[in-house]
Each structure stands twice: as C-alpha cells, then as structure tokens.
C-alpha cells in the first residue's frame, strides 16, 4: 500500500516534517517522492542534491534528507557524486 506523504507537505509540495519511525512506509513514501526530483542516468554532486533538496523542504537540515536518501538506497554516491540508484550514470536500460 503506497502511504499519503500529503500531511507532510505544505501548500506547494515541499516537504516540511519527518516522520517517526514508527511510520517508516511514510518516511519511504517522501524518499521516493524526493527520489523522482532527480533524472536517472545523471550524476549530481552534493551541493546539486542539497540545493533540490532545500527547494523541496522546509526543513531546518535539509541534508538530513540525503542522508536517508542514501541510507535508505534510493540514491548511490562514489567520489563525491551521487545518482538515482536506480539508474547508475552511463548505463543504457
């Protein structure tokens, strides 16, 4: 069942809470929303990621949000670049 992440969002889409633990298909509900702010294929590097990331929240420690990202195994890094972990750079699918 894909979970509302609507409660965690403000008025224009951007994500302003984190929920608890104990709400963890919400929490993987908003990576993946936060997942599809990036194209597949493309590299980013970690001021990118932050900067769509501030855009799309209202949270304190936007950062945080890539964090769960990558701990989560919605986005890869290497080398101080980060991608879609569905979609590595340079891959043809």
Excluded: C, N
Excluded at 40 to 56: F, K, R
């Amino acid at each position: 069942m894909t979970k509302s992440i609507s409660d965690f969002q403000d008025e224009h889409g951007r994500i302003t809470g984190w929920p608890s633990d104990r709400r963890r298909a919400h929490q993987l509900a908003i990576l993946d929303y936060l997942t599809g702010l990036f194209e597949p294929g493309v590299s980013y590097d970690q001021g990118q990621i932050e900067q769509v990331l501030a855009d799309h929240s209202t949270l304190e420690d936007p950062s945080f949000l890539l964090t769960e990202l990558v701990d989560s195994d919605y986005l890869a890094t290497e080398d101080g670049m980060y991608w879609r972990a569905d979609g590595r750079p340079g891959a043809r699918g």
